[in-house]
């Protein structure tokens, strides 16, 4: 078996890294597109009924951000998979390494500072409650999150107080109540009642354990990871994993194109202003990119070398060998003299016996 350094030598290894290089550019552009195509369509839907004040709230803005970082940074790595340009993949080298040690930045700075980054997770979600029916996104998503965690609000139930349809100095039949999220479902398939939080504001947490959840869900999302941590590391590699791959597949790519750059296997145009001619290269299988590597190279060689004088190949040969004594120089003036002939003459008679 070939080892690694014979092997990213071959052909087979230079199209294996690009062309994986490629699709993953590819498939991660697609899914690019397809994120930011999703976020302008819901602000776009979001824009009709807009009274939401805080932009950076919508679920719309952060998934087109998502989508146009995803979308770019994919297609920087493939057209410089494509190209072999080596620019554009130290670029999207370069990028992915920043946004991965972000990632772990951030990660590493919610887990040390845990009670700060749950004060801002408040703070937020008090403000999208504050909100809360001016913006559905924003609605759907905290309706699902109560359901799947059996929680209510951000820190506690009683976030719901700063809503102006559900504190307690109102006068409609949501004041002093929580949304029917939080409400307790007893069966599956039941009907919910969306009145069941009426009046919960105002009683004490002991009193509402069969009613509502009284848990926020704050709370209650680090609970589920602390409870399923298989599940939450899981997650964690699919987030980190594929970067890390795209990571490693850029590096070895760019890294042969170095190589390759340095070796007579590339058409290196920069040779030709020096000692070649456009016109005397053969550039069959050199492809539309004018770069693809081929065994042998593109430089012309030529057939075979030129016949050369037998005086000429005597000097070559003098220059071979070492320096000779005076005592070996007249030894062999006195073997080409019992022969008659010198060294040039024995040269020339070797050359008419072959």
């Excluded at 087109?64 to 995803?70: F, K």
């Excluded at 609970?223 to 599940?231: A, E, F, Q, V």
């Excluded at 590699?237 to 490693?248: D, F």
Aim: hydrophobic share 40%; proline share 3%; charged share 20%.
């Amino acid at each position: 078996m070939p080892s690694y350094s014979e092997l990213r030598k071959t052909n087979r290894f230079y199209y294996f890294i690009k062309f994986t290089l490629n699709i993953y550019s590819m498939l991660f552009s697609l899914m690019g597109l397809c994120v930011l195509c999703v976020g302008v369509y819901a602000e776009v839907e979001r824009q009709k009924n807009r009274t939401l004040e805080g932009v950076f709230l919508a679920p719309a803005v952060v998934l087109i951000l998502l989508g146009l970082v995803m979308f770019t940074v994919s297609l920087v790595g493939m057209v410089g998979s494509l190209r072999d340009n080596k620019t554009l993949l130290h670029m999207f080298l370069c990028v992915l390494c920043v946004l991965l040690l972000l990632q772990a930045v951030a990660l590493i700075t919610a887990l040390i500072f845990e009670k700060k980054t749950s004060a801002l997770f408040q703070k937020s979600i008090r403000e999208g409650i504050k909100h809360y029916y001016d913006d559905l996104d924003f609605k759907n998503i905290l309706d699902f999150v109560q359901q799947k965690f059996s929680c209510c609000g951000g820190d506690e139930y009683k976030d719901w107080s700063v809503n102006q349809y559900h504190f307690c100095n109102g006068t409609g039949p949501l004041a002093c109540g929580v949304p029917y999220t939080c409400c307790l479902q007893r069966e599956v398939g039941e009907v919910v009642n969306t009145f069941c939080g009426y009046k919960t504001l105002t009683q004490q947490r002991e009193a509402l354990h069969e009613l509502i959840h009284v848990r926020g869900c704050i709370h209650a999302v680090n609970l589920w990871m602390s409870d399923n941590i298989g599940m939450t590391v899981a997650l964690c590699c699919a987030i980190g994993l594929p970067q890390l791959l795209g990571i490693m597949l850029s590096c070895a790519f760019w890294n042969l194109l170095v190589d390759m750059s340095e070796s007579t296997d590339m058409v290196d145009f920069r040779l030709l202003k020096k000692s070649f001619q456009y016109s005397e290269l053969d550039l069959a299988g050199a492809g539309w990119c004018m770069c693809l590597p081929r065994d042998g190279g593109y430089l012309p060689v030529p057939a075979s070398e030129p016949e050369l004088d037998p005086i000429d190949l005597h000097l070559q040969k003098l220059k071979k060998q070492p320096p000779r004594t005076h005592s070996q120089l007249r030894e062999l003036q006195e073997s080409l003299s019992a022969t008659g002939l010198d060294e040039v003459d024995a040269g020339r008679k070797i050359k008419r016996e072959h």
